[in-house]
């Protein structure tokens, strides 16, 4: 399995190459050349695999796929000890909860950091230190995070031979639990950098250094983002898992609704869906800042500036540049890089926004690739978690919430929907105390955590300052 840009660089890379690397030297983003396509024999053998052996040798399965420079026996290894019942809660690592007739919510939240990230996080931990110590080699991984990102990669690498992390993230922008997940991690491999601005203006950062090769190369600079396609990958597991556990055979469809800002959550579900896996719809459920909800009513993809991003409740979807959409930008467009680089890298930059309404592809999109999407509001947010909890005695996040909004709006009759839930209420308690009146549940590790030392730099954004605090905590 060989992989290529989405911005049309000739060389081709196996999987450990972009496992380290990130982004493609001429800025694109990687996918495979192909995507691997599962028949129905393959699909019944993989429902048998999890229903018997359960989740991580599902993983293994999936990811076999894409990894054939990982010996067989070390890959089996690494999905066993990362996806384990200790570390996720139960033993069925996703379980559905069924909240009604064909309604389900796929729980992606039970593992470190009470988010969906440690899904692919944590496998992402375990393939840096394997492949850094097959190499023998160091990794400065540079990160940008809305919420949940930055304490799930700091959480999964924190302690790991080989590895730091350097973790931006908006400054005074994140819940303070989220904050308080991050900023307490004392360890020496881990650094908080706190950027003057949006969530946007700290992943423009991590792009413009990654762009930077001299200074990417000398520094052995990763990333952790869902641009780098093994984290995009991991996901891709839960699609199937979620599907299995919807169905009885593999002649139903289902739907997936997804609550989006990155577009890395999402994009996963596009692979699977390309692979072969039986989705009907994939529902984007976008916050107020619904650069994704308007792109796939109108065709124009229009990115905001900092002033213009708002600041929400689902504060992890409070981006309006959407990393990920460039690779289903790639697919739909025919696999052009020449003419993704054209609207990424050029028209972004010069207009900020392009518009592919007038295009075939585009009018065909829902049809060929099931997209279809949605937005939700403070208000929204509330009312839906104010519902779920009276009629279901569930108390669901802020993030969870505008996804479940959005999927009742696509029901197809007779059609699973799962809702993707993104992350536990404790991560976002005053809108949760704003909805219901009380706080919600706290695991007990996480008991007093707003009130332990906190390690953070805060800084301006600008790209000389973050690669001047790597040099010096390099040196």
């Not at 997209?371 to 509001?377: E, Q, T």
């Not at 009629?391 to 696509?410: N, S």
Request: hydrophobic fraction near 40%; aromatic fraction near 10%; charge should be negative.
């Amino acid at each position: 399995m060989l992989y290529l840009s989405t911005r049309g660089d000739p060389g081709r890379k196996h999987f450990c190459e972009i496992l380290l690397e990130g982004l493609a030297p001429d800025g694109g983003l990687y996918l495979p050349e192909a995507y691997p396509q599962v028949d129905a024999a393959t699909l019944q053998r993989w429902r048998e695999i999890h229903d018997t052996r359960g989740y991580a040798a599902l993983a293994f399965e999936v990811l076999s796929l894409y990894i054939d420079d990982i010996p067989a026996d070390d890959l089996r290894v690494i999905c066993e000890k990362t996806y384990t019942e200790a570390a996720f809660g139960t033993r069925e690592i996703v379980p559905l909860k069924e909240l009604e007739d064909h309604f389900y919510l796929e729980a992606l939240s039970n593992g470190p950091t009470l988010a969906f990230k440690d899904m692919a996080m944590q496998l992402l931990g375990n393939l840096f230190e394997y492949e850094l110590g097959r190499r023998g080699e160091q990794l400065n991984i540079l990160g940008a995070t809305s919420g949940d990102t930055g304490s799930a990669a700091e959480y999964a690498m924190r302690g790991k031979k080989g590895v730091r992390v350097f973790m931006t993230s908006p400054n005074g922008r994140m819940s303070p639990f989220q904050q308080a997940q991050m900023f307490s991690l004392l360890d020496d491999n881990i650094h908080n950098i706190a950027i003057d601005g949006v969530f946007d203006d700290c992943q423009d950062l991590v792009k413009a250094v990654s762009n930077d090769l001299d200074f990417k190369r000398r520094y052995k600079i990763g990333t952790v983002n869902s641009i780098n396609w093994a984290r995009l990958l991991a996901q891709v597991v839960y699609y199937f898992a979620g599907y299995f556990q919807a169905t009885r055979d593999n002649a139903q469809k289902v739907c997936f609704t997804v609550p989006s800002g990155n577009f890395g959550n999402v994009c996963a579900g596009h692979v699977a869906r390309q692979m072969g896996l039986p989705i009907e719809r994939l529902v984007v459920a976008t916050n107020e800042n619904d650069v994704l909800d308007e792109f796939f009513r109108t065709g124009v993809y229009r990115v905001r500036g900092s002033a213009d991003t708002h600041e929400t409740s689902s504060p992890s979807m409070d981006i309006s540049k959407a990393s990920n959409f460039e690779r289903f930008v790639f697919d739909l467009l025919g696999r052009d890089g020449a003419r993704v680089k054209a609207l990424f890298g050029d028209a972004l930059s010069r207009d900020g926004r392009f518009d592919l309404s007038a295009e075939p592809a585009y009018r065909d999109a829902a049809a060929r690739y099931g997209f279809v999407s949605g937005k939700s509001l403070h208000a929204d947010r509330l009312a839906t978690i104010r519902d779920t909890w009276k009629r279901f005695a569930l108390m669901i996040d802020t993030h969870t919430a505008d996804g479940v909004k959005v999927a009742r709006e696509h029901l197809v009759p007779g059609l699973p929907m799962i809702v993707l839930e993104t992350a536990l209420p404790i991560k976002f308690a005053a809108t949760i105390v704003e909805a219901l009146g009380c706080e919600p549940d706290r695991p007990a590790k996480f008991e007093g955590i707003e009130s332990l030392p906190r390690r953070v730099t805060v800084m301006p954004a600008q790209v000389q300052a973050v690669k001047r605090f790597i040099v010096e905590k390099c040196a």
